[in-house]
């Protein structure tokens, strides 16, 4: 899939739908969840809740993001706006680690409270529509994710799948403080619990994006494949000097190629054009290559 077909209309329209249907299902979850967890007293589904609405100022990033970082190249940014996307996926990711700091904290300075008592089964009802919910959310907009080979979609992706995952835990102290009052304090602990899942999510993301942010390349394989095929371009003696840059759905890429030195120079620009043309359509999501010639 070409540069221009990632950034066409289409790609637009298709990420702001899954993320205006993950918005109104985020603010409906979230006030369902807050109103139970109220009603039945389960901090477990109130954070929980929390979580819903953190989800929504993720997928407003998403939404009004996306026009900015599909926009084509121009004259002060020659690479494109690939790195917004980044960014905003950075902030997904620590928006996410701040949410599982404040649950954390609530639950554990709240863990020993003698007035604590069992949630009632109410609670359960936030918790299981998250859970259908949230998980249908997360494969919809993973797929869009992977189709248009946007970061920060996947990114958001994951966040409705940490959301839905963090419902478990939540559901089970509920269930759990309902068999035994004496095990009332588990509804904290499932709180606690949905702060770690949400905190291994955050530290995913963010991790990804910050090493796109510093110019991390491509992985060993990618770059071996790189080379097989160029390599199998007719003309080339050897490769080497191959470097790249990750950038939004794909690869920047520049390489050396040797090539007989008693060759003219159209005949040599001509084997660099076919090293070029190989890799961005047999290449590893390779956005742009630039060939350099030597003699071998």
Known sequence: MTEQQECGPSVVKSVQRVTVWGIVVNVLLSALKFSVGIIGNSQAVVADAIHSLSDTTTD???LFGVRFWTAPADDKHPYGHWRIETIITTVIG?????????ICYKAVTSLHAQEAVSPHPVALIGAFASIISKEALYRWTLRVGR????????ANAWHHRTDAISSIPAAAAVILARISPDWAFLDHVGAI???LFVLHAAWRITRTAMADLI?????APTKARIEEIAMGVEGVA???AIRTRIMGPGIYLDLHVLVDGSLSVREGHDISENVKQA????GPEIL?????????
């Open 238 to 240: 050897t490769v080497h």
């Open 215 to 219: 110019d991390k390349g491509a992985s």
């Open 60 to 62: 407003l990033a998403v």
């Open 279 to 282: 890799l961005l359509h047999e």
């Open 94 to 102: 620590i928006s996410l680690a701040s949410v599982a700091g404040g």
């Open 193 to 195: 619990l949905v702060s």
């Open 288 to 296: 742009d290559a630039v060939v350099h010639l030597e003699p071998a």
């Open 147 to 154: 189709k248009t080979r946007s970061s920060a979609v996947i």
